[in-house]
């Protein structure tokens, strides 16, 4: 069975997980603080040194980074971890699949998949249409912002935005 190697990389932990290729539970998760290692790679290591999936059975990568991965060189705010999109293919194998995302672009993009039983309201909530925009905000390294756009055929769409640049207006 294939699966995706996931993780979420913030200035303070690593949270890793596998998933079966086509499913949407995380599986092994193990969250590695992320002073504990010099770089990426070496968490990445630990992990699946200790995980039942072998490196050759990954087929994909998936990283969830707390900073801008439209970068050459990705760095991250509260860590000395970096390294480049090469890299990451080269540690896992140049035929992987590989994604890196910003780690609220990667929430904005889970949004289908919750259940009711997923989510919380909070105060005197409206009924929420699922095929109108929503955003996501929630404090991490800093303030994380996503607005999702849902489309009727095919994935969302995940606006950007500009770092530390926001604009709440309240209607």
Not at 10 to 25: D, K, L, Q
Not at 153 to 166: E, F, M
Request: charged residues 25%; contains cysteine; hydrophobic residues 40%.
């Amino acid at each position: 069975m294939s699966h995706a190697l996931i993780a979420d990389l913030g200035g303070t932990n690593a949270r890793f997980a596998i998933v079966p290729i086509h499913e949407y539970e995380p599986l092994e998760v193990r969250v590695l603080p992320c002073k504990d290692y010099d770089n990426f790679f070496d968490a990445a290591s630990e992990y699946i040194n200790h995980c039942s999936v072998e490196l050759a059975d990954i087929d994909a990568v998936v990283l969830a980074i707390a900073d801008p991965v439209n970068k050459p060189v990705i760095r991250f705010s509260n860590n000395p971890w970096y390294f480049t999109r090469s890299e990451i293919e080269s540690y896992f194998g140049k035929d992987k699949a590989v994604a890196l995302l910003n780690d609220f672009d990667a929430v904005g993009h889970c949004l289908k998949v919750l259940s009711t039983d997923d989510v919380i309201e909070i105060g005197e909530a409206k009924p929420v249409d699922a095929k109108e925009p929503c955003w996501v905000v929630d404090s991490g390294t800093g303030l994380g912002v996503s607005c999702v756009v849902p489309q009727e055929n095919g994935p969302s769409i995940i606006l950007l935005r500009r770092r530390r640049t926001y604009r709440f207006v309240f209607l």
